[in-house]
């Protein structure tokens, strides 16, 4: 099974100049504890933007680019959406974690988007699909509000009615 994990601004911004709009320590917490052991799917971009540019440990790290001699020790390099969705296929735990264009690509696919809502609007370049706009998209669990470092936000969480 595909889901999706980020953490979003008020109007969905996710990053700026391939960095995360938030280091909220309680959601990267979370972001470890759900994707531990199972497989984080990305752009080559999200790759480049973690510390030192390495894949993230526990976890089969999987990038998609159009570049086809991009390799990078630790990494998977696939070169397309198909080829992203028969891997997922064949895998049982699969998280999309950016960026921009990979979650609207793949976002048709997944069952579940684990969103952190910051209540905060700072400038960004990269989006994830607004899913309170979205047809088949229904919030689950809205969560309860929490605060760290002056930032408000909730871990919610989105289903996909039509997988």
Excluded at 60 to 78: A, Q
Excluded at 132 to 142: E, G, Q
Aim: neutral net charge; proline residues 7%.
């Amino acid at each position: 099974m595909m889901n999706a994990i980020a953490a979003v601004s008020a109007r969905w911004g996710i990053g700026k100049n391939n960095d995360l709009l938030f280091h909220i320590r309680e959601d990267m917490r979370r972001f470890r504890t759900l994707t531990a052991g199972g497989a984080v799917l990305m752009g080559r971009k999200t790759l480049d933007s973690l510390p030192g540019g390495r894949p993230l440990p526990q976890r089969r790290n999987i990038v998609i680019t159009r570049n086809p001699h991009f390799t990078r020790e630790g990494v998977e390099i696939i070169h397309s959406i198909p080829e992203a969705l028969r891997l997922a296929g064949e895998l049982e735990d699969v998280w999309v974690i950016g960026g921009g264009e990979i979650y609207a690509a793949l976002l048709p696919n997944c069952k579940r988007c684990y969103i952190t809502r910051v209540s905060a609007d700072p400038p960004f370049d990269a989006a994830f699909p607004d899913l309170d706009r979205l047809p088949n998209w229904r919030l689950l669990d809205a969560g309860e509000p929490k605060t760290e470092d002056g930032l408000s936000y909730r871990f919610t969480e989105y289903i996909n009615e039509n997988l």
